[in-house]
């Protein structure tokens, strides 16, 4: 049985990694689109389109929610080295996601 403490670490880890592994997503899929465009057919592109929305929408969620943010930096979640007041954030996500977006929507 874990300890709250260990849970903690445990989440902030799986939490860490997949938002990691989303920005690295954002970043396939607009590898993908700008590679195999013409290939990818209107169902796909429309898929692909989909899913850079709902990457946007959740790193623009979760940056608008300063409550939470507040709570998560209280608890350690996402330091950055030379700025210890700032806020955890997924302005990159939310950048890149909304900018391979436009890319492919005005292609």
């Known amino acids: 049985d874990m300890t709250p403490e260990a849970r903690w670490r445990a989440l902030?880890?799986?939490?860490m990694t997949g938002m990691v592994c989303l920005l690295s997503f954002v970043r396939v899929v607009a590898d993908m689109?700008?590679?195999?465009?013409?290939g990818?057919?209107?169902?796909?592109l429309l898929k692909l389109i989909a899913a850079l929305e709902s990457c946007y929408?959740?790193?623009r969620c979760?940056?608008?929610?300063s409550l939470?943010?507040?709570?998560?930096?209280?608890?350690?979640?996402?330091r950055?080295?030379?700025?210890?007041?700032r806020l955890p954030h997924l302005l990159e996500l939310e950048t890149q996601s909304l900018a391979q977006l436009m890319s492919v929507l005005f292609r």
């Open 62 to 65: 979760f940056n608008a929610d």
């Open 40 to 44: 990818l057919g209107a169902a796909n």
């Open 80 to 85: 950055f080295p030379g700025a210890p007041t």
């Open 33 to 38: 689109a700008h590679t195999h465009y013409r």
């Open 12 to 15: 902030r880890q799986r939490s």
């Open 57 to 59: 929408h959740y790193a």
């Open 68 to 78: 939470l943010r507040q709570a998560l930096h209280a608890r350690g979640f996402m």
